[in-house]
């Protein structure tokens, strides 16, 4: 079955640590994105990938890093100069603009 | 900055109908109308989009003002696995970015 899939769903991680979030999907789309939910709040847009070895910064993107050498996948790394990265994070990836976005289940970054 | 403005919260009871309402008044003209909805801990599900007509699924109706300048998502028969946060956001551009706003939370009651 075609889909998007985010690993590990429970991440900790002692501060000063960088950590890379996993992103995969098989639905052949171009685009992908990387998202930050804060309790009881919307999704903050990251990074974003149009196209293979192209990405652009969204808007909260000071602190975090990503690739994107395969359209199959866009990780994220949290670097120890994001100064609160403990949050629930998200991944998506949408074909186009006259088809749907799919979520990943999300990875819990928790960092002590 | 999000493009759609929504109310915070709403309230509905189970087995009527719910219209969430949506305003986006610097819609451009190859803006699609997306709609998502998130239940805690969990990614966001697609829910239903449309350009410029009335758009109906087996989730949910999408009906768009003459102008484009609102939405209103329509789900006929609310039941309590319905409520969830929903997000309207406006999907084109060169960049197709999805920026989500803060959403409506929608409540069911029994």
């Known amino acids: 079955d075609g889909g998007i899939t985010q690993s590990p769903k429970y991440l900790f991680r002692k501060e000063g640590q960088n950590v890379t979030l996993s992103c995969e999907q098989n639905?052949?789309?171009?685009?992908m994105y990387w998202y930050r939910q804060d309790p009881g709040q919307g999704l903050r847009l990251i990074y974003y990938?149009?196209?293979?070895?192209?990405?652009q910064k969204g808007d909260i993107a000071e602190g975090y890093s990503v690739s994107r050498e395969k359209k199959e996948s866009f990780p994220l790394t949290v670097t120890s100069a994001q100064k609160n990265p403990t949050a629930f994070y998200l991944c998506a990836s949408m074909g186009n603009m006259n088809t749907e976005a799919f979520f990943g289940q999300g990875t819990r970054l928790t960092v002590v | 900055d999000a493009k759609t403005t929504q109310p915070n919260s709403m309230e509905s009871n189970e087995e009527e109908p719910v219209h969430l309402p949506c305003n986006h008044s610097t819609i451009s003209g190859t803006d699609y109308i997306h709609w998502y909805r998130q239940l805690p801990s969990q990614g966001p599900e697609y829910v239903i989009h449309g350009l410029t007509s009335n758009v109906n699924n087996r989730m949910a109706s999408l009906a768009i003002a003459e102008d484009r300048k609102s939405s209103t998502l329509i789900l006929h028969r609310a039941t309590l696995r319905d409520a969830a946060v929903y997000y309207c956001i406006l999907v084109g551009g060169s960049q197709g970015n999805l920026i989500f706003g803060k959403g409506t939370k929608l409540s069911v009651k029994p």
């Open positions: 639905l052949n789309h171009d685009a």
């Open positions: 990938s149009q196209i293979v070895n192209d990405f």
